[in-house]
């Protein structure tokens, strides 16, 4: 049995903790609580059925179109099948929609009085002057098209079944007669309009050729290509002509700088009859007659002939034999000669260069008046592109207005052909559902009332509970101990009914209660998994307030130590109000107090322990307190007690500790910091979860390791959801069965 125990504590110890409420722990506080939430939750869920069943009575029909629109085939040009759908399901929506069709509705049954006093009866009974329109209620609704053909629902209410009929049937029968006569009377004024508006249209285009026929009268440009043409070919005669001007002025420029050079060089040369001099002019001169200007101007080819044969003559007496000196009165002849030719050529030279600037002057009065005549072009091209753009224009615009003429014809054409079809191939909205006499009422809907009835009150019913349980923030759970105060629940005793009080310390030592014996077995193995150091070790045990338990827990744990091999005492520090003596029947003379004193000979304080330790149980002794005291911390600070405390070290493998509450004096914080490892005892529904949290952080602070929090008196009916073994691993589960088991075994030995 130990060993299953051991497994079970090693599953639980692996097994995360949870962060919420389980389920089973919800239905516990609702079976807690679940008179006070039956009493709040019935009249509640009770009072909102009633109320809305009390609601007025109406009664629903419904009728409906399916629309079905023309085949494709039938117009003119390709259409947008969803487009056109869309289009008709919006006219048709709106048409089912207007107010003239309720007027209608309204006028055929306020004409027929079987059908008046339908709508007005249930009105009637209860004595409410009401006019028709009051009674008439109807709403439109489309389904999703299938394959194109979406339909529309007319839904009707009424405070009777046969005018809920006779709404639907009427407003499906009304919009069929109104639809038709309006389809007639629209396709005709569409008609009308779309002639109309081809008839504006051809005159509109008509007026644009006109215009743009007699713009090029006008102005003479029948043929405005022609004259761009035209333009450009005298635009660039004239550039080329500006361009041979310039070329021939620059020319002449070339041809004066070159002529006035040479005139310059012959000029400041004097006349001389050497021979030297003479050659020098001759060759001057010859530059002139290489200049194309001036070999062929005025006398100068027969001055260039004069000249050679001069040259020659000159030649001919200089290398003959023998040869003419300068002197000689041939040779000053010819130079004479050759000086005249000089003289005449200076002159025909000066007459060239007259010329030449004549001719510079004219071609640059030629090129002023070329690019003036160019100008003149460039404005008549600018022209010409001002009114070939308004031309463009105009173009675009007749362009327009031709592909609105063509349009309008091509609708004109299919209303025309709409026209022409038979009535039903025309109409595409088709009655596929007939008006109904409903079987019952529509609302209220008493079905689904009772079932928001029976929502509402097993909302509450829950609700009601776990919001009390959410206010309440006593420690009460598994999950107030591991969430709120942050600690490992060690164990849960349930409330001890069985068990007189006086003996309840003694449950595991006189084997009072086999299943709570098994408790604190499991309570000794989540110690040992928790506990961070080996035998021998200090277990201090504390609460927060008195009355929760500590006592009972420190005694019956002391107990289990014992059975399980532990040579263990159980120390009395509750010096304020001592009591452990008394379940064991011995008396408080001599004890923990008493050792302190006697302390300072480590023999003597042996044998004073042995003396003052009881065993009441195999490998269990009591250790009373040995009287009383308000000065326990002071007590605390001698070194006496550590030589106590160490002493019993060395005699006992466990010693637990019975203190003083911990949130009421300061004696358990002091002990404290000398033990190994302290557990925290709470009551059931005793202390807040603040309160506790505060003082478990306190213990921490000392050092010590908290080995967690054991939650006393439970009541039976919360336990089994709260200590089950699948969760936790300890607690009630072996409580409840371990007595089911062996109660039966029990029994059947007697």
């Known amino acids: 049995m130990e060993e299953e ?32 939430a039956l009493s709040l939750a019935l009249p ?34 390709k259409v947008d099948r969803d487009t056109q759908v869309q289009g008709l399901v919006a006219k048709h929506r709106e048409g089912l929609n207007s107010q003239e069709l309720k007027a209608s509705v309204i006028q055929k049954i306020s004409d027929n009085p079987e059908s008046k006093s339908i709508m007005l009866a249930p009105f009637l009974r209860e004595g409410i002057p009401v006019g028709v329109e009051s009674t008439i209620s ?42 038709k006569s309006k389809k007639n009377q629209q396709v005709e004024s569409v008609r009308n309009l779309l002639e109309k508006l081809l008839a504006q249209s051809i005159e509109k285009e008509s007026q644009l050729a006109d215009e743009m026929s007699a713009y090029k009268k006008n102005l003479g440009l029948p043929f ?126 000066t007459s060239a260069i007259e010329d030449l600037k004549d001719k510079r002057v004219q071609l640059t009065a030629q090129e002023k008046e070329f690019q003036q005549a160019m100008e003149k072009v460039q404005q008549d091209s600018m022209k010409l592109s001002e009114i070939e753009e308004w031309l463009i224009n105009k173009e675009r615009e007749l362009t327009v207005v031709r592909t609105s003429t063509d349009q309008i014809q091509k609708r004109l054409n299919e209303v025309r052909i709409e026209q022409a079809l038979p009535s039903e191939q025309e109409e595409p909205l088709h009655k596929e559902q007939y008006a109904f006499l409903p079987g019952g009422p529509y609302t209220p809907d008493k079905a689904k009332i009772k079932r928001t009835g ?112 532990r040579r263990t005492v159980l120390v009395d520090f ?31 304080l042996k044998n004073s322990i042995n003396d003052s330790v009881q065993e009441i149980h195999p490998n269990l002794y009591i250790l009373p307190s040995g009287g009383k005291t308000r000065a326990a911390t002071e007590m605390l600070e001698q070194k006496e007690f550590d030589i106590v405390h160490n002493e019993l070290k060395e005699m006992f493998d466990v010693i637990i500790v019975d203190s003083p509450p911990i949130g009421l004096f300061p004696d358990s914080l002091a002990i404290a910091r000398k033990v190994d490892d302290v557990l925290f005892v709470t009551r059931y529904g005793k202390v807040s979860r603040k309160i506790a949290k505060n003082l478990v952080e306190n213990l921490e602070e000392t050092g010590v390791n908290v080995l967690g929090v054991v939650l006393n008196d439970l009541p039976q009916k919360k336990a089994p959801g709260y200590y089950y073994s699948g969760y936790y691993g300890y607690g009630y589960f072996r409580y409840k069965y371990y007595n089911k088991y062996y ?5 059947s030995e007697a």
């Open 454 to 565: 029976i929502y509402i009150f097993l909302g509450l019913f829950i609700l009601i509970p776990v919001s009390l349980e959410l206010v309440d923030n006593r420690v009460k759970s598994p999950f107030d101990v591991e969430v709120f105060i942050g600690k490992d629940l060690i164990g849960g005793i349930p409330k001890i009914s069985d068990v007189e009080e006086a003996h309840r310390p003694l449950i595991v030592g006189n084997d009072l209660d086999d299943g709570l014996t098994e408790s604190f077995r499991s309570m000794f193995s989540r110690i040992q998994m928790n506990s961070q150091t080996e035998y021998p070790k200090t277990i201090l045990i504390t609460s927060a307030i008195p009355s929760e338990g500590k006592s009972l827990i420190s005694a019956n744990l002391a107990y289990s130590c014992a059975n399980h091999g």
């Open 574 to 604: 509750d010096l304020r109000r001592p009591g452990l003596h008394k379940f064991c029947g011995i008396e408080n003379k001599t004890g923990l107090v008493s050792l302190v004193n006697v302390a300072s000979s480590k023999e003597n």
């Open 224 to 349: 405005i290509e022609d004259e761009k043409r035209d333009t450009a070919d005298r635009k660039s005669q004239y550039s080329a002509e500006v361009t041979t001007s310039k070329l021939e002025q620059i020319k002449i420029d070339s041809l004066l700088r070159q002529v006035l050079q040479i005139q310059a060089r012959i000029g400041s040369r004097n006349s001389s009859s050497r021979s030297k001099d003479i050659d020098n002019d001759i060759a001057l001169i010859k530059d002139f007659f290489e200049i194309d200007a001036i070999e062929s101007f005025g006398n100068v080819p027969s001055l260039r002939k004069t000249l050679f044969d001069l040259e020659k003559t000159r030649m001919r007496y200089q290398e003959g034999s023998p040869g003419y000196l300068e002197r000689h009165p041939k040779m000053l002849e010819n130079a004479r000669q050759v000086n005249e030719v000089k003289n005449s050529l200076i002159k025909e030279v």
């Open 44 to 77: 509640i869920s009770l009072g909102y059925v009633y109320l809305k069943f009390q609601d007025t009575e109406f009664f629903q029909s419904s009728s409906s179109f399916r629309l079905i629109p023309p085949p494709a085939v039938l117009n003119l040009q």
């Open 743 to 747: 109660g039966k075994e029990k029994k």
């Open 138 to 179: 109807y709403s439109i609704s489309v389904s999703p098209p299938s394959e194109g053909r979406p339909r529309f629902v007319i839904s009707s209410t009424s405070r009777s079944a046969k005018g809920a009929m006779l709404v639907a049937d009427l407003v499906q029968s009304e919009y069929e007669k109104l639809h």
């Open 5 to 36: 125990i051991e497994n079970l504590n090693s599953q639980g110890s692996v097994r995360s903790k949870s962060k919420t409420k389980s389920i089973a722990e919800i239905l516990l506080v609702i079976r807690d609580r679940w008179l006070l």
